[in-house]
Nanobody, 113 residues
Framework: QVQLVESGGGLVQPGGSLRLSCAVS????????MAWYRQAPGKQREVVAS???????NSANSVKGRFTISRDNAKNTVSLQMNSLKPEDTAVYYC???????WGQGTQVTVSS
């Protein structure tokens, strides 16, 4: 069973930056694709970015050029660097190992002036 603990969320002004981190345990982290999702109030959860075991990344069109996903296989962590934040990025952000059903508790990101 995989355990995921997200951190790093908070309140930031439009145009600001945040870095989210996710500590992963219970699995052989190195071999799995990881992803960040988000869920805004009243909306479905959506994938934001993903990263394979070899480091290949993909991201949603809405965050391309602003968000960067990365992983540290030595520390079993996956991170999301978020720059040029917009109010529409406000959501609870979750990390997930794609092939496992478990979710973490999420971390709230609020972009507001």
């Amino acid at each position: 069973q995989v355990q995921l603990v997200e951190s790093g969320g908070g309140l930031v002004q439009p145009g600001g930056s945040l870095r989210l981190s996710c500590a992963v345990s219970g699995i052989n982290f190195n071999i799995y694709t990881m992803a960040w999702y988000r869920q805004a109030p009243g909306k479905q959860r959506e994938v934001v970015a993903s990263i394979t075991s070899s480091g290949s990344t993909n991201s949603a069109n809405s965050v391309k050029g602003r968000f960067t996903i990365s992983r540290d296989n030595a520390k079993n962590t996956v991170s999301l660097q978020m720059n040029s934040l917009k109010p529409e990025d406000t959501a609870v952000y979750y990390c997930k190992a794609l092939v496992f059903p478990e979710w973490g508790q999420g971390t709230q990101v609020t972009v507001s002036s």
